[in-house]
């Protein structure tokens, strides 16, 4: 139950175990065909989707270094660790950040983007970075209204971390007008890790005529041009390929709006089994990721608690990242997750907690008539 890599369905596993396939094969070709029609379907968009073998921070970063160049203005929302991680990248890369920023467990303020954006009558302003679900807090940003902000800019470029929101929410490319969405295979898609997607506009393909950061096995220019031929530049995780064809069609078969019902019915059922077990949420209460939860515990070590539940349950959980290490737990409930593993969590923390003699047993049992409720609602 931790936030990726997530639970893989048997059909999955099976699909890994077969016999690896020559990767410039018509067979291979076929898949990614298939693969690349289905993640457009998935990232509701007819952009182009690349397939990179690499972790979610490669999509992120072929991103970047694709579409802007040294010295290049960028924004970039910082509320937690991976937000963190954009602002450093965009350093590195030479870039001159404005860092948007809010406390972690907060979202960021959509009104202050709107306010750079509006001051930027020269559209010094290249790009706009940011992570629509923050794994590190649990929490979601608005990024419907930012990417609204962006549009009017005209100029700059949204490229945004969904590595915990698509496939678990609505994330629509084309209607949001998103340019550059990022995403990895271990989290929504059901798949272990090694694979990221990548989703580029026609906007995005224009600005990288001129980006003149260095790159090689990230040029995306190679991946289009390859996958104009149903191809890859270099040696794809083939297996992963097999595994993401499977994961598609159990997608496919469920529909978008029943997963994106199911990732809310999950969150509920967490966010309010935790608070009948008088937790606290860390993350603000409207703005709850539907991929995550991030519980604050009060007197005891949070990293104490969540061996004895991996020891006596045998359920992981996440813990805090840096400064909140020991402070908060988090509660992955994203991509191949039933009613049984949100059920046998709240159980476990309510158990822990009476063993503690933090709560009565009373307040354990109503905890899980909550979480069933909410996994019940139609
Ligand atoms: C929101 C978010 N962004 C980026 C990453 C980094 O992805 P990876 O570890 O696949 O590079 C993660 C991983 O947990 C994440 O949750």
Known sequence: MIPGPTPVP????????????????????????????????????????????GSGTAAMEAGIINTLSKGDKVICGDN????????KVAKEFGLEVIKVDAAWGAPLDPERFQEILEKDVEKEIKAVILTHSETSTGVINDLKTISSHIRKHEKA?????????????????????????????????????????VSMSQKAWQASETSNLPKFYLNLKSYKKSLSNNSNPFTPAVNLVFALDESLKMMKDEGLEKIFQRHIK????????????????????KHLSPSVTAIQIEDIDAEKFRKTIKNKYDILLAGGQDHLKGKIFRVGHLGYINNRDI???????????IEQNKISTEVAGEALKVASFHLSET
Request: glycine residues 8%; hydrophobic residues 40%; proline residues 3%.
């Open 157 to 197: 470029l949204s490229i945004i971390d969904c590595v915990t929101s698509i496939g678990a929410c609505n994330v629509p490319v084309d209607k949001w007008e998103l340019d550059i969405v990022a995403s990895g295979s271990q989290k929504g898609y059901m798949i272990p890790p090694g694979l990221s997607f």
């Open 266 to 285: 999950n969150q509920l059922a967490v966010t309010e089994a935790a608070k009948t077990l008088n937790l606290k949420l860390f993350a603000h209460e």
């Open 80 to 87: 937690g660790k991976f937000g963190q991680r954009w602002v």
């Open 10 to 53: 048997e059909k999955v596993l099976q699909a890994l175990g077969r016999h690896p396939i020559g990767h410039r094969s018509k067979d291979f070709q076929d898949l990614v065909e298939i693969t690349t029609k289905n993640l457009q379907w998935l990232h509701q968009t007819e952009n182009d989707v690349l397939t990179i073998t």
């Open 343 to 353: 059920i046998s969590v709240i159980a476990a923390i309510g158990n822990t907690l």
